[in-house]
Each structure stands twice: as C-alpha cells, then as structure tokens.
C-alpha cells in the first residue's frame, strides 16, 4: 500500500491549493482516506475524510465552507480544494488509509493504517 500526496506550497492569505493524495494497493471499498495537518508545535489534527464506498465525509468545524474533499475512483485518487486559506491553516499535511468496517470515515489518527509523506502548505499574511 502506497499514498503519495502532493500539492502544497506557499500562497497568501484568501488564495488557494489543491493537494492531491494518489493511492495504491488498497481495497478501497473497505478504505477510509483522510488528510491530517500538523502545524509547528502543535499535535497532528484531522482535517477531513472520506469513505471510499460510501462517500461520506466529515470535516473539522475549523475547515467547513473552505475545505472541499473528492474523489477519483479511476485515477484511484483523493484531492482536497482549500479555499479561503488563513495562515493558520499553515502546516504540513498528511493523508492516510483507514480500514473501515463501517461505512463513515473516522477521523481518530490511530485508526489509520497507512500514511502518506507529509507536503508542506504554507500561508502568509
């Protein structure tokens, strides 16, 4: 099982990034993906995530509005859309596979059994 995300980088206050999250090897039928951030400092947060079946996805009350979670079943992909970023939203984020027997994706960190390399998204002022 492979996660590779990608997409971060530096932008201002109120723009925005796509980070993308490309899977391999999973069942994705019995997956959950989600993104986590650490900011400098702080523990690991949940950001989002998605159940691959059922599509459910829950998001931290800090990123609803802003925040968009998709996927794409054929490029075996899952992309989160910020908009609107705010510099705290400065950190580096993460995606993870969570094998699920339910069909709502969680967002306890533990869970997840596999992790993705970190990409770094940074706002300024």
């Known amino acids: 099982v492979q996660l590779q995300a990608s997409g971060g980088g530096l932008v201002q206050a109120g723009g925005s990034l796509r980070l993308s999250c490309a899977t391999s090897g999973l069942t994705h039928s019995m997956y959950s993906v989600g993104w986590f951030r650490r900011a400098p400092g702080k523990e690991r947060e949940f950001v989002t995530a998605i159940h691959w079946s059922s599509e459910i996805i829950h998001y931290t009350d800090s990123v609803k509005g802003r925040f968009t979670i998709s996927r794409d079943n054929a490029k075996n992909t899952v992309y989160l859309q910020m908009n609107s970023l705010k510099p705290e939203d400065t950190a580096v984020y993460y995606c993870?596979?969570?094998?699920?027997?339910?069909?709502?994706?969680?967002?306890?960190?533990?869970?997840?059994?596999?992790w993705g390399q970190g990409t770094q998204v940074t706002v300024s002022a």
């Open positions: 993870g596979a969570a094998y699920s027997r339910i069909y709502y994706p969680t967002s306890v960190g533990d869970d997840y059994n596999y």
